[in-house]
């Protein structure tokens, strides 16, 4: 695996699945600012009302087409076949794919993440336990409160500033 951060604002990004998987993936896209297509065959009204004022656009059944032009693509439906077929789509379309709960069907994985702002912890067990990834996050939840999330917002404000100084690297680095 090859740890990454994605600022995906703006990029297209489709979701197969909209049930308690889906919606927490669902959340965490459209805090990112996605522009997100969400295939769900029985939205219900919070996904409804979410189409109706444009945070998502909504479809009702997954047509293999759907991945033209994505970034990435989430297969989080409870039927199988279907979480295959986007799998299949995207790989044939070169769209990096996750698909819930098949580490072995995805090209990547989500991590738990323990988050103040734009301080970001992210915990990987490659795949092989998230209920373990999150109890690592809560443990670490304690250890690294709000103090480092202010501590980056005021690293943000100075690192144009140190950068802008004519240090060396040695020098920025202490």
Do not use: C
């Not at 994605?6 to 909209?18: E, I």
């Not at 029985?42 to 759907?66: W, Y």
């Not at 994505?70 to 789509?89: C, G």
């Not at 995207?90 to 990547?108: C, Q």
């Amino acid at each position: 695996m090859f740890p990454i951060n994605l600022r995906l604002t703006g990029r297209k990004v489709l979701l197969v699945g909209a049930g308690k998987v889906g919606r927490r993936k669902l959340d965490k896209l459209i805090k990112a600012e996605a522009w997100i297509l969400v295939v769900e065959p029985n939205p219900d009204e919070g996904l409804r009302a979410m189409a109706a004022e444009g945070i998502i656009k909504l479809k009702t059944s997954f047509e293999p087409n759907l991945v033209e032009g994505l970034s990435l693509a989430f297969a989080a439906s409870s039927d199988h076949d279907l979480n295959l077929a986007v799998a299949k789509a995207a790989a044939a379309k070169g769209v990096l794919v996750n698909v819930a709960d098949s580490p072995d069907l995805s090209d990547f994985i989500l991590p738990a993440v323990v988050e103040d702002g734009d301080f970001q912890l992210s915990i990987s067990t490659g795949g092989a336990s998230p209920a373990l990834a999150a109890k690592v996050a809560a443990d670490l939840r304690d250890s690294f409160g709000p103090t480092y999330g202010r501590l980056t917002h005021v690293a943000s404000i100075l690192r144009p500033i140190i950068m802008s100084a004519g240090l060396s690297q040695s020098e920025r680095d202490t």
